[in-house]
């Protein structure tokens, strides 16, 4: 059964930095696209974030009025088990939790619905 577990949230300032990590396990995660979305409020729509296609392969990144393009980079590990989100500048729009996501399809890449193994989630708070 496949399992997803982020950690590396947390509360930080204004311009400050974090890593998100997600471990996967109890699949062959070298051939998944994995992901990482945001609910930036209750009721909200997760909202795409960043993705990578499989191990070494291409990655990409929101490019919305909110974007975090530029200040987040989505990474995975050679083994293709372990995603991680370094987030840089962090602003208080950037408050959120952080869900990741993986799935074994090829097709897809940005839509919720692309991805049918979710994480329980990491809060991210972005204050002074």
């Known amino acids: 059964q496949v399992h997803l577990v982020e950690s590396g949230g947390g509360l930080v300032q204004p311009g400050g930095s974090l890593r998100l990590s997600c471990a996967a396990s109890g699949g062959t995660f070298s051939t998944y696209k994995m992901a990482w979305f945001r609910r930036q409020a209750p009721g909200k729509e997760r909202e795409f974030v960043a993705a990578t296609r499989w191990s070494g392969g291409l990655t990409y990144i929101a490019n919305d009025a909110d974007s975090v393009k530029g200040r987040f980079t989505i990474s995975r590990d050679n083994a293709g088990n372990t995603v991680h989100l370094q987030m840089n500048s962090l602003k208080p729009e950037d408050t959120a939790v952080y869900y990741c996501?993986?799935?074994?399809?090829?097709?897809?890449?940005?839509?919720?619905?692309?991805?049918?193994?979710w994480g329980q989630g990491t809060q991210v708070t972005v204050s002074s």
């Open positions: 996501a993986a799935d074994p399809s090829r097709v897809g890449i940005y839509g919720r619905n692309d991805y049918n193994y």
